[in-house]
């Protein structure tokens, strides 16, 4: 099976749809402190599993505006988590599937069937704070990861062969089959118990952050239905785990103890799904949905159907018209970071390059803290040839965030525009060594020291990362063989 199959299956983990059979062999539910797995060695395995994601799995959403969003919901959300210190990385798929799955280590993915699918902002965070929850209590680590003996790179194959299992007995197998995982077939499902755990720290979750705690129940009753609508044509671990009305009918319970109050949606929520709904098919496609939704005022928001239809526009490379819907928005007085971002980028697509680069940087003075904005100026910037400047700005983004892949990828494009070869082969080591590709990274400082352009002080920097990746290199080997 190919490596991309593999992970397409990875990311139906932790399906909200698949209440499983118990799990045997497990430490009590209180006890999370018993299993072998240190918090370490879990982050670790799932910044692996991440890095696969991002290197091979062709469904992997790399959109800046709907990361930013997610992981703004979910640090809200985990902020009032059993462990708000715990680290989150939520990250989208573009997959028509409602899903959401947790991984070891707080990486957290969502499908954007599910953004798509939630028809208010307390459903989609419902569903993040029960991942959320199954981070917390740290349910993957003491479920399987048990054993001191087994080595990192068995525990990562590990773990893809269980998200996989997950959701498609078929693809599991021959994830299986490649690792050390048949021992701990009996354990390849959340228990009840473990659900059930999830469902009620998930609830205290969404009341705590300010949610509608009724959001979490109308949307598991809405997937029990569609799954009903599918049953006949599951896959047989999906026909073996049918839902059960057990876990709503628990949730309903605690709903009744608390007060009803009605909360609004946010505007970043009703952009991005609209944004969401904009990138899908091609480009005229979209256009001809977004502008039929508006027209027929089929509806929730007309500012984010409107921007929508700009995306569109935008996507359709019809820039008068993405910047009239743009415009129109602004008449409604919305303000986003998302509007801006679309706002600067159709300047630019005009040919008003010093106009949309005006707009980013009013924008990251009015968002200080949005990802989309600082990845979209750099971008831009770039975009513009203004190579120097890009690489000064990026440089003083990774004094605040020095582990950021995609400013390091920036930084090597800047370097690239610039002429300087050593320095553009040493950032791109980073943008590797991030990503898991120790070897690569290896090879890209190798290319450095040859380039003959770096002075004294970045051959000095070059020599000394490359002595430590060389050693790192050869550690992650030696763990392959264990």
């Known amino acids: 099976m190919r490596l991309s199959q593999r992970l397409i299956a990875a990311l139906l983990a932790c399906s909200l749809a698949l209440p499983p059979a118990a799990a045997d062999g497990l430490p009590e539910l209180g006890d999370v402190a018993s299993g072998d797995l240190s918090l370490a060695t879990e982050k670790k395995i799932g910044q692996q599993i991440m890095h696969e994601i991002r290197w091979r799995e062709p469904s992997y959403l790399d959109d800046a505006d709907v990361e930013a969003y997610l992981n703004q919901l979910g640090g809200r959300l985990a902020a009032v988590s059993s462990d708000p210190g715990f680290g989150f990385y939520f990250f989208p798929i ?7 799955f947790a991984m070891p280590g707080g990486y957290i993915g969502v499908h954007t069937g599910l953004i798509m699918s939630a028809q208010t902002e307390s459903e989609l965070a419902g569903v993040l704070a029960h991942e959320i929850s199954h981070v917390t209590q740290r349910h993957i680590a003491r479920q399987v990861f048990q054993s001191k003996q087994i080595g990192m790179a068995s525990m990562v194959a590990m773990a893809l062969a269980l998200l996989a299992a997950r959701s498609s007995g078929q693809m599991a197998g021959a994830a299986i089959a490649t690792t050390q995982a048949g021992a701990i077939s009996a354990q390849l499902a959340f228990s009840r118990d473990f659900e059930r755990e999830a469902d ?6 969404l009341r705590n952050s300010g949610f509608d705690v009724r959001g979490m129940g109308v949307f598991f009753e809405r997937l029990q239905k569609s799954v009903r609508l599918y049953e006949n044509n599951a896959t047989a671990y999906l026909r073996t785990h049918p839902l059960t009305g057990e876990r709503l009918t628990d949730m309903q319970n605690r709903e009744q103890a608390v007060s ?3 909360v609004a949606d946010s505007v970043d929520f009703q952009l991005v799904r609209a944004k969401v709904r904009a990138m899908q098919g091609r480009p005229g496609d979209a256009v001809k949905d977004m502008a039929g939704l508006l027209r027929e005022r089929k509806f929730a928001s007309e500012p984010a159907i409107r921007f929508g239809l700009a995306f569109a526009l935008y996507r359709n490379e019809d820039w008068p018209g993405a910047e009239r819907e743009i415009e129109a ?11 801006e ?9 005009e040919g008003d390059a010093a106009g949309g680069l005006t707009v ?3 924008a990251m003075v009015r968002f200080p803290l949005d990802l989309g904005l600082r990845y979209g100026y750099g971008g831009a910037l770039l975009k513009t040839r203004r190579y120097d400047e890009a690489r000064r700005f990026v440089e003083a983004q990774l004094g605040s965030f020095p582990d950021d892949v995609r400013l390091h990828r920036m930084r090597s494009e800047s370097y690239a525009g610039l002429g300087r070869k050593a ?3 040493r950032a791109l080591a980073e943008v590797f060594a991030l990503q898991g590709q120790t ?3 290896v090879e890209q400082l190798q290319l450095a020291q040859k380039a003959g352009d770096a002075n004294f002080f970045e051959m000095s920097s070059i020599d000394a990362r490359l002595r430590e990746l060389k050693q790192r290199l050869i550690d992650e080997q030696k763990e392959k063989r264990n």
């Open 94 to 100: 573009n997959d028509p599937n409602i899903n959401a």
């Open 341 to 349: 971002h679309l706002r600067a980028d159709v300047r630019i697509a």
């Open 423 to 425: 320095m553009q082969h």
């Open 329 to 339: 928005i602004r008449r409604l007085r919305v303000s986003a970071p998302m509007l």
């Open 260 to 262: 009803y109050r009605q």
């Open 439 to 441: 070897a690569a990274a």
């Open 360 to 362: 980013y940087r009013d």
């Open 200 to 205: 009620r720290q998930g609830f205290e979750i």
